[in-house]
C-alpha cells in the first residue's frame, strides 16, 4: 500500500497524526475579525461536504497575531429529523498536525465524524491552523517570508483556538463542544490548563490524546524527534516544514537509511498498526495530505519527546528564554489546573505508537482528581493513531459514543 518513493508521508504522521526572535504580533479584533465568506469558493464545502447533500459555509476568521483562518460551517444534517432543535449546539473539530479540515472527510459521509455531528443535530465547524492549504494567509505576512512562520504550537494555543472559539461563540450565542485528534488534543489541554476558553467551553472529546511522548515507540519517530535539535530553529535553512518539499523530503529518505528503520509501511511504521482503514481512504487521504507546519512547531514537538515535560517552546538560551518568559526556563503548562468539573471524554487505542498507552496513563494520572462524573474514558485494545479519523468502523466504535456524550451534556 505505501511505497518508498512516497516517503514525504512520513512527514505526515510524524510524531502527532499525530526563528529565535520575539514573536511579533499584529493587532486585530480577537475572534471576532471574522466573516462568512459564502457563496464558497472552492475548497472544502465544495469538495467535500456539499456534494454530498449538505449545507456548508465558508468562513474566517483572523486571529490577533494576523493569521486568517479557513473555518467551514455545517449548521444542519441532510436527513429528516435532525432539526428538533431550536438552537443548535456548536461543535468545533480540530484536526492534528501536517494534516488539515480535510482529514475528517475522506470516509463515504455516513462514516464521517462532521456529517454524523450534522446529522445528529448539530451546528459543526470545522478548523484549519494555520499554515495548511486554506490558512497560509496573514494581514501582513507573506508565507514566503520565514516570519510568517515564526511560530510553534503555543501560538495555536494563545491565537488560534481563541480566535475560533471567540468566532464560533459570537455566531451561535451557546457555550461550545470541542473535538480534538493528536496536536488537536494537545492544544485544547494547554488551553484548558490555562484557564484560556473555558468560559465559552461545554465539554471536550479528546481522540488519541497527546500531551506527553515519552513512551512513543516507533524508531522512525524518535530518531526523527532526536534530529530537531532544540538549539536550531530551521531546517535546512527553512522556516516552514513542507512535507512535499525537496529538502524535507532528502531528510525523510535520510532517516529511512537508519538499520532497523522499514519505510515501506510508513502508516504502520509511524502510527502503530491501524486496523481499520480502507486503501481507497488512504489513497484519497494521500491525493490531500500532508500540509505545511513550521519547522518551529516540529522542534517543539521535538523537545516534547526529548523532555517529558509538556512546557513552552524552549528557545535554550537562558537569555532567549528571559527575553521571551522572565525566566530562564520555560513554563510548565500545568494540566492538574483544567478545572475538574470540565466533561472530558477520552477515547484511545492500544496499539497506538504516537499516543502511547503508557502516556495517556499519564496523562490520566494528571486529571486523577478530576470529578468522576465529569471523566468518560474509552480504550479501544486493536485501535491506532489514524483509526480514529479514517476508521471505517470508527461511527460504531467512537463516533456514537461522541454524539451520546455530547447529547448527555445538551440535557445538563
Known amino acids: 500500500m505505501f511505497l518508498q518513493g512516497s516517503v514525504n508521508f512520513a512527514a505526515l504522521t510524524l510524531f502527532l497524526l499525530l526563528p529565535t526572535v520575539p514573536h511579533q504580533a499584529h493587532a486585530s479584533r480577537r475572534g471576532s475579525l471574522g466573516r462568512n465568506i459564502n457563496p464558497p469558493v472552492y475548497g472544502i464545502c465544495t469538495s467535500s ?138 492544544i485544547a489541554l494547554a488551553s484548558f490548563s490555562e484557564g484560556k476558553l473555558v468560559n465559552q467551553l461545554k465539554s471536550a472529546v479528546l481522540l488519541s490524546p497527546i500531551a506527553y511522548l515519552s513512551h512513543m515507540n516507533t524508531a522512525l519517530g524518535v530518531i526523527a524527534a532526536k534530529s530537531f535539535v532544540g538549539e536550531v530553529t530551521t531546517l535546512f535553512g527553512l522556516a516552514e516544514f513542507n512535507p512535499k518539499g525537496l529538502p524535507v523530503d532528502v531528510f525523510l529518505k535520510s532517516l529511512c537509511a537508519y538499520p532497523g528503520i522499514d519505510c515501506y509501511d510508513l502508516l504502520t511504521a509511524l502510527t502503530g498498526k491501524n486496523c481499520c482503514l480502507n486503501s481507497s481512504t488512504v489513497d484519497l487521504f494521500l491525493m490531500n495530505e500532508p500540509q505545511s507546519t513550521s519547522t518551529k512547531n516540529m522542534v517543539h514537538l521535538a523537545q516534547t519527546v526529548r523532555h517529558g515535560v509538556l512546557t513552552k517552546f524552549n528557545y535554550v538560551r537562558p537569555d532567549y528564554n528571559i527575553m521571551h518568559y522572565g525566566e530562564i526556563f520555560p513554563p510548565i503548562y500545568n494540566l492538574s489546573n483544567i478545572p475538574h468539573d470540565l466533561p472530558l471524554f477520552i477515547s484511545y487505542g492500544g496499539r497506538d505508537a504516537l499516543s502511547d498507552v503508557r502516556d495517556v496513563e499519564n496523562l490520566l494520572d494528571n486529571l486523577k482528581f478530576h470529578n468522576e462524573d465529569k471523566r468518560s474514558v474509552q480504550f479501544i485494545k486493536e485501535y491506532a493513531h489514524a483509526d480514529y479519523i479514517m476508521g471505517f468502523n470508527a461511527k460504531d466504535l467512537v463516533y456514537n459514543a461522541i454524539v451520546s456524550f455530547f447529547n448527555h451534556q445538551v440535557n445538563i
Open 49 to 186: 461536504v456539499i456534494v454530498h447533500g449538505y449545507k456548508c459555509q465558508e468562513h474566517e476568521v483572523t486571529t490577533d497575531d494576523g493569521y486568517i483562518l479557513s473555518l467551514q460551517r455545517i449548521p444542519e444534517g441532510r436527513g429528516k429529523g435532525n432539526d428538533s432543535r431550536s438552537r443548535k449546539q456548536p461543535v468545533i473539530i480540530q484536526h492534528g498536525v501536517l494534516v488539515d479540515g480535510m482529514t475528517w472527510l475522506l470516509n463515504p459521509p455516513e462514516q464521517d465524524l462532521p456529517l454524523i455531528l450534522a446529522d445528529n443535530g448539530f451546528d459543526v465547524w470545522i478548523a484549519n491552523t494555520r499554515g495548511t492549504r486554506f490558512s497560509r494567509r496573514h494581514i501582513s505576512l507573506d508565507p514566503s517570508s520565514p516570519a510568517f512562520w515564526n511560530w510553534s504550537w503555543d501560538e495555536l494555543v494563545s491565537y488560534d483556538l481563541p480566535a475560533i472559539f471567540n468566532y464560533v461563540f459570537s455566531q451561535t450565542g451557546l457555550k461550545i463542544n470541542y473535538v480534538g485528534h493528536s496536536l488537536g488534543t494537545l
